[in-house]
């Protein structure tokens, strides 16, 4: 993207930024690092000044604008709402065109050429999780028709930490007798991460191949247990297929009393709002509906929910870029979860389970971490 570029589209946006500051508590990246160029403040001069020409790119500069995770917190608290996140996923564009973006996006821009997914494995492997199950049906999971696809996400497809997300809830859906199907190696990456990287328009061949796949499979449902993937498949694809996420299709489901608990889950549990799914897709009750309808679940709320949630330091791309900041925003999620007192932190979303689990364990930190998924499995029980 080309400074002219910049200004016609994000100059207006920008410019609404008083300076205030308002916007500098609720930034996680500022929490951590306690500068101004980690402030949403900061972000939005940077861009300002490049445009109106009174500074040039520098590469410092990635410094700043490759630390966000798109957590939109500052737009939360910002009076005239600034879109801080847009002007710095255009400012990573303009870097990219300049070389200077961190080098790591050229293995995951290269991945998603080559593999068609970020962790760069042959995509044939995609539905690999399978194999740690017990009775798979003949069909693995992978039909030519169905009702309802299910699109797995690179995340919870390759990562093993996350892997019981899908052999989660492919159990939940086949106990409510859904009619569903994968797309195995024909599930190409959503496109989320080249979005992040600044390099959203070599998406559009990912984009165009899913699209046609749910064409193909003529499913009238696309369910996503991810929220980044239901987030770009939301703002980015085109599809007469109703697109939900995995919590709002479960909620639907004990709705229509397909999905039973006959165990329940006899504990006190605290929810993370993951930001792609709540701020940034406004999906704030239905994960609240599930949890609440599941007998003997008491759910205790973490001080900042909903709207103000914090995020886990797993978005935007962060954890692949600065892993130590990533991980010490992940510290400050895990204190505010200690707080609450609950013995399970449950959330809706494998890159936060990744994140989250993924600092407890190496911090030594006796954490129980589960995704909504796993949670409504056991509760529903045999
Ligand atoms: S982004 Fe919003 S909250 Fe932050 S300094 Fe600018 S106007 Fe104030
Ligand atoms: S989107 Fe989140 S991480 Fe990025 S500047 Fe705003 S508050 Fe900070």
Redo the contacts with the bound molecule.
């Keep these: 993207m080309k400074r002219e570029e910049l200004k016609e589209q994000f100059y207006d946006e920008i410019a609404k930024c008083n300076r205030c500051g308002f916007?500098l508590p609720?930034?996680?990246?500022?929490a951590v690092k306690g500068t101004e160029w980690?402030?949403?403040r900061g972000?939005n001069a940077i861009i300002r000044a490049v445009i109106e020409g009174k500074i040039d790119w520098t590469p410092e500069m990635e410094g700043s604008l490759f630390?966000?995770?798109?957590?939109?917190?500052?737009?939360q608290?910002c009076l005239p709402s600034v879109e801080?996140?847009e002007g710095?996923l255009a400012g990573r564009m303009c870097l990219v065109d300049r070389s200077q973006y961190p080098k790591v996006m050229d293995r995951v821009a290269e991945a998603l050429e080559n593999d068609f997914n970020i962790s760069g494995d042959p995509n044939e492997e995609r539905s690999s999780w399978t194999e740690f199950m017990r009775d798979v049906p003949e069909h693995a999971y992978q039909k030519e028709t169905a009702q309802v696809i299910y699109f797995v996400g690179c995340v919870a497809a390759f990562f093993p930490l996350v892997q019981k997300i899908p052999q989660a809830f492919v159990q939940v859906l086949d106990k409510a007798e859904v009619d569903f199907t994968t797309l195995g190696g024909e599930e190409w990456c959503c496109g989320f991460p080249l979005i992040q990287a600044g390099m959203a328009e070599k998406m559009e061949k990912l984009v165009e191949h899913n699209q046609e796949k749910i064409r193909e499979v003529g499913a009238e449902t696309v369910v996503f247990a991810c929220p980044s993937c239901y987030h770009t498949w939301k703002e980015r694809y085109k599809t007469d297929a109703e697109l939900l996420h995995a919590t709002q299709f479960m909620e639907r489901l004990i709705d229509q009393e397909k999905i039973t608990f006959n165990n329940g889950f006899h504990k006190t549990v605290t929810y993370h709002d993951p930001?792609d799914l709540g701020r940034n897709s406004g999906i704030y009750e239905a994960p609240r509906d599930v949890l609440k309808r599941i007998p003997g679940l008491k759910l205790v709320e973490l001080e900042s929910n909903r709207e103000l949630a914090i995020?886990c330091g797993g978005?935007?791309d962060l954890e692949m870029i600065d892993p130590e900041l990533s991980a010490a925003i992940a510290q400050r999620k895990i204190e505010e979860i200690q707080r609450t007192g609950a013995e399970v932190v449950v959330t809706s979303c494998q890159q936060c389970v990744r994140t989250i689990a993924g600092t407890a364990r190496k911090r030594k930190i006796n954490l129980k971490v589960m995704d909504i998924t796993e949670l409504v499995l056991e509760a529903m029980g045999s």
């Design positions: 916007c609720v930034c996680p990246v500022y980690a402030t949403p972000r630390r966000c995770t798109g957590c939109r917190a500052c737009t608290a801080t996140n710095i930001c995020c978005g935007g």
